[in-house]
């Protein structure tokens, strides 16, 4: 379809960013973003906080603030107690009102399978949008949140893993708003930001290249892994992601330097929902803003660099 040409259309889908920015004065532009997804979990109210989390992220991830959002409601009311549509709703409507936004109406149809989010509308600055296309050769990269949690909620429904421990050392998190991480990272010169969630860590590190026309290097040792997710690929488990998520990246110059197993490996490709924000900025900043998240408990990761060569990734 033809790319729109709106002078005041900031931030469109060239780039494959996570919400859309339009300029309606000097000092003010809408971010607008849609997101729904099926049951990670059988728990309609953690169904319903996660969702939305993962919602509300674009807009954070765009540097701004989450305004109002409508519920996008899909349920088999034929097949399903209407109880747990309340419990739904009500778990994204605490998300909404946690963000500080204001849940206003939205829209339901009947359906074969449980789906649920947001649409999303915040506001930023014209001049602060952050998109995933600014990193700069010198940057450190930066994840607020573990990967792993694609596997974990396909582990629970083969039975390899309890849904108790899910929930004592997942589910929390996932929930997690991303507002105060971004608030720290816009106190620094914040160059880019991407929130990672169903390309897998490496699929959304590939974006952060395009971009920026440089070079992503991931430590992998560095990256932190939701409890057990490892374990579940060791024993065999995997998403529906994971295929499709390595061969888009191995199209793209893909350098696998450090020597991994299998499951190890997968991990790289394991699709997120709600999961942490990618961080792009100078490498002289990154322990002060460390240090911050470290004090709010946020579980915050120094990942890699962006170096200056040709397009790519390289993991070491």
């Not at 209407?82 to 500080?100: C, F, Q, S, T, Y």
């Not at 790289?268 to 961080?279: F, K, R, V």
């Amino acid at each position: 379809m033809p790319t729109p040409t709106d002078p005041n259309l900031i931030v469109g889908i060239e780039t494959a960013d996570d919400a859309a920015v339009y300029r309606l004065s000097k000092d003010v532009a809408m971010i607008n973003t849609v997101d729904f997804i099926t049951p990670p979990v059988d728990d309609p109210y953690w169904f319903g906080q996660i969702s939305a989390a993962n919602s509300i992220s674009d807009v954070y991830s765009m540097g701004g603030k989450p305004v109002t959002a409508l519920n996008v409601v899909m349920f088999p009311s034929k097949h399903l107690d209407m109880g747990m549509l309340r419990d739904i709703l009500r778990g994204g409507h605490d998300k909404v009102v946690e963000a500080g936004a204001c849940l206003v109406g939205g829209h339901t149809v009947d359906d074969e399978e449980p789906k649920y989010g947001l649409c999303v509308n915040g506001v930023v600055h014209p001049d602060r949008v952050i998109t995933n296309a600014g990193s700069q050769p010198g940057d450190t990269l930066i994840l607020t949140k573990p990967i792993g949690s694609g596997v974990l909620f396909n582990a629970v429904r083969s039975g390899k893993l309890s849904f108790k421990e899910l929930e004592s050392n997942t589910l929390p998190t996932l929930a997690a708003l991303n507002g105060r991480a971004m608030e720290l990272a816009l106190q620094f010169d914040l160059h880019a930001c991407t929130d990672i969630t169903g390309f897998g860590i490496l699929g959304h590190l590939l974006e952060v290249a395009h971009g920026s026309d440089a070079r992503v290097v991931v430590k992998y040792k560095a990256l932190p892994i939701y409890p057990a997710a490892l374990e579940m690929y060791k024993k065999g488990e995997t998403t529906g992601s994971n295929k499709g998520n390595r061969a888009m990246v191995a199209k793209h110059h893909l350098q696998m330097a450090a020597k991994l197993t299998a499951a190890e490996e997968e991990l790289l490709y394991d699709p997120q929902t709600s999961g942490g924000l990618l961080l792009s900025l100078p490498h002289d900043q990154a322990n002060e803003l460390m240090s911050q998240m470290q004090k709010d408990n946020i579980p915050a990761t120094r990942i890699g660099e962006i170096i200056d060569e040709p397009i790519g990734i390289t993991v070491v």
